[in-house]
């Protein structure tokens, strides 16, 4: 019997991973989730504040992050601060992660690992595939996804189970996708570019917990309708330009697990 794979403690020597955490008053949980990164697995954290009234920002830049300040409010706006604030790093791989300590940071290697060593271009996070606290994904949340992941099937023939914000993207990649989204659609936005690039495509199941704080999103109601609303709009009308006349994008349909 052959012995077991062990993982190893760091990326490849020269490989560049930098964590990019977008936040808005998690002042409680930023200070946490930093903490948690596994060490050697990463070369900055990157936390774009996005107009928080309390002490994020102070928090975060405490516990050793790169804080810079995003004031128009949208978790695209934020992102693609962070973005531009990682391209001076010369990153090969960008890792996306909430503040709000609902997801385990230190899953980090098994998230980037399809990538490394799978040859994987954009990984997400499963939090359905994965272990999920009590009451850690709202009902919103849950049909929101079911919804979404079988609206791109439909569109674009790939399997997806969720649309978590844990995720991680060759740094190339993520560039060539010009990214457009301000606000709900992000991460749903780049996993259907993901599909009409023909990106090498995986999803690994993560764990997840109920958050610290009332969620921006599936915490209100008014908050439910407007991310619901964006995210069908965005695969709608990606979708139907695809299906318009014309070339067809390629699509590779193809899950590497971990």
Same mark, same amino acid.
Request: hydrophobic share 40%.
């Given at each position: 019997?052959?012995?077991?794979?062990?993982?190893?403690?760091?990326?490849?020597?020269?490989?560049?991973?930098?964590?990019?955490?977008?936040?808005?008053?998690?002042?409680?949980?930023?200070?946490?989730?930093?903490?948690?990164?596994?060490?050697?697995?990463?070369?900055?954290?990157?936390?774009?504040?996005?107009?928080?009234?309390?002490?994020?920002?102070?928090?975060?830049?405490?516990?050793?992050?790169?804080?810079?300040?995003?004031?128009?409010?949208?978790?695209?706006?934020?992102?693609?601060?962070?973005?531009?604030?990682?391209?001076?790093?010369?990153?090969?791989?960008?890792?996306?992660?909430?503040?709000?300590?609902?997801?385990?940071?230190?899953?980090?290697?098994?998230?980037?690992?399809?990538?490394?060593?799978?040859?994987?271009?954009?990984?997400?996070?499963?939090?359905?595939?994965?272990?999920?606290?009590?009451?850690?994904?709202?009902?919103?949340?849950?049909?929101?996804?079911?919804?979404?992941?079988?609206?791109?099937?439909?569109?674009?023939?790939?399997?997806?189970?969720?649309?978590?914000?844990?995720?991680?993207?060759?740094?190339?990649?993520?560039?060539?996708? &010009?990214?457009?989204?301000?606000?709900?659609?992000? @991460?749903?936005?780049?996993? /259907? !570019? #993901?599909?009409?690039?023909? +990106?090498?495509?995986?999803?690994?199941?993560?764990?997840?917990?109920? &958050?610290?704080?009332?969620?921006?999103?599936?915490? @209100?109601?008014?908050?439910? /309708? !407007? #991310?619901?609303?964006?995210? +069908?709009?965005?695969?709608?009308?990606?979708?139907?330009?695809?299906?318009?006349?014309?070339?067809?994008?390629?699509?590779?349909?193809?899950?590497?697990?971990?």
């Amino acid at each position: 019997m052959s012995a077991e794979k062990t993982k190893p403690d760091s990326p490849p020597s020269g490989c560049k991973i930098v964590v990019i955490i977008p936040v808005l008053n998690e002042e409680q949980s930023i200070g946490k989730v930093i903490e948690a990164l596994p060490p050697g697995w990463y070369h900055s954290v990157i936390a774009v504040d996005n107009g928080s009234s309390d002490a994020t920002a102070h928090v975060a830049s405490r516990a050793g992050a790169d804080v810079i300040s995003e004031p128009r409010r949208g978790y695209g706006w934020a992102c693609l601060a962070g973005m531009a604030r990682a391209a001076e790093l010369d990153p090969d791989i960008i890792v996306f992660l909430d503040g709000d300590y609902s997801d385990y940071p230190d899953d980090l290697p098994d998230l980037v690992q399809p990538i490394l060593e799978q040859g994987a271009e954009f990984v997400v996070g499963s939090r359905v595939r994965g272990e999920r606290g009590k009451g850690a994904l709202l009902p919103q949340a849950r049909f929101g996804n079911w919804l979404a992941t079988r609206l791109i099937r439909l569109f674009w023939g790939y399997r997806f189970t969720d649309l978590g914000p844990f995720r991680a993207i060759r740094w190339q990649a993520l560039q060539q996708m &010009r990214m457009q989204d301000k606000t709900y659609g992000w @991460t749903v936005e780049m996993q /259907i !570019k #993901a599909l009409r690039m023909g +990106l090498r495509v995986a999803e690994v199941p993560v764990r997840y917990r109920k &958050r610290i704080g009332t969620s921006k999103v599936t915490g @209100t109601f008014s908050g439910t /309708i !407007k #991310a619901g609303y964006k995210i +069908l709009w965005t695969i709608f009308r990606y979708g139907l330009a695809d299906r318009a006349p014309g070339p067809a994008p390629l699509v590779r349909d193809e899950v590497l697990t971990r």
